[in-house]
């Protein structure tokens, strides 16, 4: 059984190589375990060593196959934990990811197995984020960013990027919850605003937080 330790590497390799090249660099790595690069590197050694991960000094780190498959149990976990904190412990969006990080390394794979058949067997978290069938299989939807739509498109917000319980309270503030629908009225990057029309109201939003929405718009 893996230990906590490896399993956080684990999943934070899958999530940097995922918004990177393939490879996560030490340095990002470090900043996001919140430990020293030496710590790091003598962790991604010992991985190599099991067969978890291929480490090129200089250059990074990337999952091989049984890494990716921990990596996605992992995942799995913490996703369907969160949406089962929301579902049935009415927790809000903003509060399960850290719940979730703790308790995501004490429960079984047949805990988790019986989570997901009680839920339904969902698609999606709380977030939007996909989550990983029993066999590592993972179906992420097409989407694109709020901010690379145009004026007139009509959207649904299907995945939120940045997680922080900060930003979850501003788009809940903003009436932007997860799966709302709305239209774009005007998009300005030059000026580093979009502004999207949601039940009658207009909301304006930052550039910036809008390339954290993804949404799937009609033919797109």
């Known amino acids: 059984m893996p230990s906590l330790t490896v399993e956080n590497y684990i999943k934070s390799i899958y999530q940097i190589c995922h918004t990177s090249d393939g490879h996560a660099a030490t340095g990002r790595l470090a900043t996001a375990l919140g430990v020293s690069p030496g710590t790091v590197t003598s962790m991604l050694k010992t991985l190599s060593e099991s067969k978890l991960v291929t480490y090129t000094p200089y250059e990074g780190v990337r999952l091989t196959g049984a890494g990716s498959a921990l990596a996605l149990r992992v995942v ?29 390394h004490a429960v079984s794979d047949r805990l988790i197995d019986r989570i997901d058949a009680f839920l339904g ?67 300005t990057p030059e000026g580093g605003v979009i502004t999207v029309r949601i039940a009658g109201a207009e909301t304006t939003l930052g550039q910036a937080a809008a390339e954290k929405l993804l949404v799937t718009t009609p033919g797109a």
Do not use: Y
């Not at 799995?76 to 995501?104: G, P, Q």
């Open 121 to 187: 067997h969902p698609e999606a978290d709380p977030h939007g984020d996909p989550i990983p069938s029993s066999d590592g299989t993972l179906k992420v939807p097409k989407s694109r960013s709020l901010a690379e739509c145009q004026v007139g498109d009509t959207f649904q917000l299907s995945r939120v990027i940045d997680q922080s319980p900060e930003f979850l309270r501003f788009l809940s503030n903003a009436g932007l919850p997860l799966g709302v629908a709305g239209e774009v009225i005007a998009n």
């Open 76 to 104: 799995r976990r913490h996703r369907l934990i969160e949406l089962f904190l929301v579902k049935t412990l009415d927790l809000s969006w903003d509060e399960v990811h850290e719940e979730a990080e703790h308790m995501e």
